[in-house]
């Protein structure tokens, strides 16, 4: 089992930046893969970054250059540092873990992190 705590959203006006962090704990070792999404309202949610234990971190074509993925393994953390904030990029940010390299391996989902950019 591994629990996933995102933080780190809020109100920030056009052309700020944010750093969302996603904590991970019970068993984070088990972490196969480690995927980033956003969701706006009435919307699927949206693929924003996977990063692979083992493998390069893909980032969606819409977010390259402005998102950018670090990770401290001492504190089991995964950030998403976002530049240069755009109204459109107002949505609610989730982390998912996935346990294993198969389709059908388990995965965990944290509750989300609003980011609400206002013009």
């Known amino acids: 089992q591994v629990q996933l705590v995102e933080s780190g959203g809020g109100l920030v006006h056009t052309g700020g930046s944010l750093r969302l962090s996603c904590a991970a704990s019970g068993s984070p070792w088990t972490i196969f893969s480690l995927v980033w999404y956003l969701q706006v309202p009435g919307n699927q949610r949206e693929l924003v970054v996977t990063?692979?234990?083992?493998?390069?971190?893909n980032y969606a074509d819409s977010v390259k250059g402005r998102f950018t993925i670090s990770i401290n393994s001492a504190k089991n953390t995964a950030y998403l540092q976002i530049n240069s904030l755009q109204p459109e990029d107002t949505a609610v940010y989730y982390c998912k873990a996935r346990t294993g390299g198969a389709v059908e391996s388990p995965v965990f989902w944290g509750q989300g992190t609003q980011v609400t950019v206002s013009s």
């Open positions: 990063i692979p234990i083992r493998g390069n971190t």
